[in-house]
């Protein structure tokens, strides 16, 4: 028989170990020099690691994202074109820091613009920019402001178009996340700007060519996205990934690194963050685009079924080798009374390892269904009435 003695301490480690092994299931970030950062993975939606990710912080040229979000805007709906030539003012030549080296003797193509302000970090470039979509630099800056409030961004304010030190102009590693995931969703189409590892406008310094965001020439899966710097924000990086995975296709991670103490650190650190979230969880598909993930019942329609799903792949994110765990439940009203429009919001997936919840994916129609005649919708009353 064992002792109560033997048994107390079997009970104590139990106590105290059983906590240790829930949370070892988690796994922990490695240590990241710098004041702020966040790891998203944009595939599935969901954060894989942060840190003081609401605390204000300086933008520095960070604050190019936005521009270079209203430009492609104003491209997308022709208010400017990439051929069109735009002026380059007193105002815009005269920016300190960062620099195109333009001038205004030069009318400038708006592509080369763009390339001067993603590629060489040109606070000429994007004040050039902002005068030729906004009008003026103030106006340019009201849209900035305007076009963050519509994306949530509550801890961001703009100042001004290229990033120097300003009173009041912040932003948050969470608002830089949202920033960053609508760039790449919502224009696709010119990515590849953030990719770019060289450029320079004829008849400027040689010196002045390679793109700030070091990892394009270390790691070829990464394309992006901007870097800042100034001696308030420290040295920062957004930086994106993307690598193909059996059974997912590609996965794209994007990571933010704010407040580092050099250049290279600041590479370092992204590199160091992204590779974790790859090896350190797994993403796992559950259903394709249009994949009906339920065939729930449907009241007083012309079929007795709808299809539930995405338009796109349900994706999740889960620590690595707990793929097997997962459960998923389908949360909706019931009944389901038709008519339904394809894209109607009908339900949550509810996704859950163990008891904690991974996701909660919105579920919409994926098929039209119409309303049954009056006899058919008469029967169904009386169904639903014994029911």
């Known amino acids: 028989m064992p002792s109560v003695r033997s048994l107390l301490r079997t009970l104590l480690c139990v106590l105290v170990l059983a906590p240790a092994a829930l949370w070892a299931q988690v796994p922990q970030p490695p240590e990241i020099a710098a004041r702020n950062y966040l790891l998203v993975d944009v595939t599935s939606g969901q954060t894989l690691a942060a840190k003081d990710i609401d605390a204000p912080v300086e933008q520095a040229s960070l604050t190019k994202l936005m521009t270079g979000y209203l430009v492609f805007d104003a491209l997308r709906a022709k208010k400017i074109t990439l051929e069109q030539r735009l002026p380059v003012s007193q105002r815009a030549w005269k920016m300190p820091g960062s620099r195109m080296f333009i001038d205004p003797k030069m009318q400038v193509p708006v592509d080369d613009l763009l390339k001067g302000m993603i590629v060489q970090s040109g606070n000429d470039a994007t004040v050039a920019l902002a005068e030729g979509v906004g009008g003026t630099l103030e106006n340019f800056v009201r849209l900035m402001n305007e076009q963050a409030k519509a994306f949530g961004m509550n801890g961001t304010q703009y100042k001004n178009p290229e990033g120097l030190t300003e009173p009041g102009h912040t932003t948050t590693a969470r608002d830089l996340a949202t920033l ?16 770019t590892k060289q450029y320079r406008y004829e008849g400027t310094p040689a010196s002045n060519s390679n793109n700030r965001n070091t990892l394009l020439f270390r790691d070829p899966t990464v394309d992006g996205l901007k870097t800042g710097h100034t ?3 420290g040295y920062c990086l957004v930086a994106t990934s993307k690598r193909d995975f059996p059974q997912v296709g590609q996965r794209r991670l994007l990571s933010i690194v704010l407040g580092a103490a050099s250049e290279n650190a600041r590479a370092g650190e992204s590199q160091k963050l992204l590779n974790w979230g790859y090896t350190a969880f797994d993403a796992v598909k559950l259903f394709d685009a249009n994949q009906a993930a339920a065939t729930p019942a449907v009241w007083k329609g012309t079929q007795n079924t709808l299809k539930v799903g995405r338009p796109d792949a349900i994706v999740v994110t889960v620590p690595s080798g707990s793929a097997g765990k997962l459960s998923t439940t389908v949360v909706r009203q019931d009944p389901l009374i038709a008519p339904f429009t394809k894209g109607q919001s009908v339900g949550t997936l509810k996704v859950t390892l163990g008891e904690q919840t991974v996701a909660e994916v919105p579920l919409v ?3 039209d269904v119409g309303q049954a005649g009056f006899f058919g919708r008469a029967w169904d009353s009386l169904r639903l009435w014994i029911k």
């Open 180 to 195: 960053s995931t609508r760039l790449m969703r919502d224009f696709p189409e010119y990515m590849h700007y953030y990719s």
């Open 231 to 233: 001696q308030a924000a």
């Open 365 to 367: 129609a994926l098929e």
